[in-house]
């Protein structure tokens, strides 16, 4: 038996199109759709989502002295 793999979308009208499949016209081929889960990472990858921001000095001037134009 030949396999062949490819990935696609379901479009609007709930239809899959594959196209330039490595088989002759007229063949009999078994078609298998299964829903493609990417594989999620247990790592967080918004660490500091929802933590509480602070500002000490908001409005101080930062970097001052990495200026030329003010010495």
Request: charged share 35%; no cysteine; glycine share 6%.
């Amino acid at each position: 038996m030949q396999a062949y793999k490819t990935e696609t979308r379901v479009n609007e009208d709930g239809e899959i199109r594959l196209s330039e499949v490595p088989f002759r016209s007229g063949e009999e081929v078994e078609v298998i759709v299964l829903r493609l889960d990417l594989p999620r990472s247990s790592e967080n990858r918004y660490p500091l989502r929802g933590l509480p921001i602070r500002y000490e000095q908001p409005t101080e001037p930062v970097a001052e002295e990495d200026w030329e134009a003010l010495g």
